[in-house]
DNA sequence: CACTCGTGGTA
DNA sequence: TTACCAAGAGT
């Protein structure tokens, strides 16, 4: 039995207003899904379909991708962002291959070894993949909560404990991975951050929030990352020039694409100390090997 | 814990 | 146009 009143609609709801993603079909195998998870860090749904299609098109499974020299994986990247990711999920690959024989583990545990997984993906693969009783708590099972039981427009910066009893509470006893993502396609469709779609709420009836009359929000203000001029980009210029490169390139040919060379030295050893590019011995550079 | 780490779409 | 935001993790 659940004390969780929310389930039963949310879940009926999920039923007839998902989305078809790639990840959700029954084909998807746990390698799918982490690939997605992965992908899907801090990253929107639509620009990752196409580089989830072509990654898992050319590596179907971890042995695949533990092959290939790590700059194949940057490369297939793209522009999805915080490429570090791409790094992760070849050393997951390797990992998977040598300590779990080449099978993605199912134990939340062991999962948090892995690198670039940590709470959340962890969570999210044991569950989804796994069919294991998680909470999974993303930033949009995060909102849906903080406005359906704790009354508030928005969580905290950072998850806190009260969050994660809230959610633990809540998990049903059957069939958790269909309330976990089902909690999560409600805040990505309709508790969205911007402009919710109340109307069009299954638990609009109960939510604290509204009953409340959607009182904004009062906490600190959440600090604006802004891009321009940062380490970042310097470092996305960077990598852009040899992912588009066929081999190695000279330092000219970073040099060109940042003018202020203290900032551009320094986001290019930080890169070659993540591992995503290597110096060469002649002085150019590469992807990793 | 506050900060870093990419990129592009949207209001 | 600026600012916010998007299935977080590591330090």
Same mark, same amino acid.
């Given at each position: 039995m659940t004390t969780n009143p929310y389930a039963a609609p949310i879940v009926d709801w999920y039923a007839t207003h998902q989305r078809d993603l790639p990840w959700r079909? @029954? *084909?998807? &195998?746990p390698w799918a899904v982490l690939v997605s998870e992965i992908m899907l860090q801090q990253t929107p749904v639509a620009r990752v379909l196409p580089v989830y299609h072509e990654w898992l098109a050319r590596w179907p499974s971890p042995a695949d991708l533990a092959k290939e020299p790590a700059g194949e994986a940057v490369r297939m +990247? &793209?522009?999805? &962002?915080?490429?570090r990711r791409a790094l992760n999920l070849h050393r997951i690959a390797q990992a998977v291959v040598e300590r779990h024989g080449g099978r993605v583990p199912d134990d939340h545990g062991r999962l948090l070894?892995? @690198?670039?997984?940590g709470s959340y993906t962890a969570a999210a693969v044991a569950s989804f993949a796994f069919g294991g009783r998680h909470s999974v708590l993303d930033t949009n099972v995060r909102r849906v909560l903080a406005r359906l !039981?704790? &009354?508030?427009?928005f969580p905290p910066k950072a998850t806190t404990s009260a969050e994660r009893r809230l959610a633990d509470s809540l998990l049903p006893d059957e069939d958790a991975p269909t309330w976990g993502v089902a909690v999560m396609e409600l805040g990505a469709l309709v508790c969205t951050a911007r402009s919710p779609r109340c109307a069009d709420c299954p638990v609009a009836e109960r939510c604290a929030w509204r009953l409340a009359g959607k009182p904004g929000y009062d906490g600190p203000p959440r600090r604006g990352q802004r891009y321009a001029g940062t380490d970042r980009q310097c470092r996305g210029r960077l990598l852009a020039v040899l992912r588009n490169a066929d081999g190695p390139v000279p330092k000219a040919a970073l040099d060109? !694409? +940042? *003018?202020?060379p203290v900032q551009r030295e320094r986001a290019l050893d930080a890169l070659i100390a993540d591992g995503l590019v290597d110096p060469l011995d002649d002085g150019g550079y590469a992807l990793p090997g």
């Open positions: 079909r @029954p *084909d998807a &195998g +990247w &793209g522009r999805l &962002g915080y490429p070894e892995l @690198p670039g997984v !039981v704790s &009354g508030e427009e060109a !694409v +940042w *003018d202020e």
